[in-house]
């Protein structure tokens, strides 16, 4: 039986994190990721986010290509059909979270009866907050670890992100059954 999160740390090297950090600038300037929703309909003006673009664009750095195929590897998911409701046109949604912005508790819809798997890569720190909590539990993640979930399956939300520096995460989304994922 797998832990509700797993996480392999150090997944990615740290000149992999810049690659991508380099990319959410790029990105950031070019308008591709645009402001969020928070649960009273409100748009942040603190959090930047493809989750409500996610296919105004349909390339990203080469790279998360390559580390998203050496997460299917890693965990024998071959495959498996990517997400793409809310994961863009290759699974793939990225996140560039400002200080005093959050994630609100939610569960990601299933896409018909399956669960979907989110691997997620924080490639950023918050210089403070910005703690995950996955059904209840707070998980202590690292820049480069990967932390994988049912993320249609169990509640989870991302506390405030406070300091100067953004979070920025990368989700690679995989649709998988929960029989399947516990194996």
Request: charged share 25%.
């Amino acid at each position: 039986m797998r832990d509700i999160v797993t996480i392999i740390p150090d997944f990615i090297t740290s000149e992999e994190c810049d690659i991508l950090n380099q990319w959410v600038k790029k990105a950031i300037n070019s308008k591709w990721l645009d402001c969020g929703i928070t649960t009273n309909g409100a748009v942040y003006q603190t959090r930047l986010t493809t989750r409500m673009y996610s296919d105004r664009f349909d390339q990203y750095d080469d790279l998360a290509y390559t580390i998203r195929d050496r997460i299917c590897a890693a965990l024998n998911i071959h495959n498996l059909p990517i997400s793409i409701f809310g994961g863009g046109k290759h699974g793939i949604v990225v996140s560039s979270t400002l200080p005093g912005g959050d994630v609100y508790l939610h569960s990601d819809p299933k896409e018909g009866d399956i669960e979907v798997l989110r691997c997620n890569i924080i490639t950023q720190s918050a210089e403070l907050g910005a703690e995950l909590t996955v059904d209840n539990h707070v998980y202590d993640i690292k820049c480069g670890d990967l932390h994988c979930y049912l993320a249609s399956k169990y509640s989870h939300k991302v506390s405030t992100v406070e300091g100067n520096r953004s979070r920025v995460l990368w989700m690679f989304g995989f649709q998988i059954s929960d029989s399947d994922w516990e194996k």
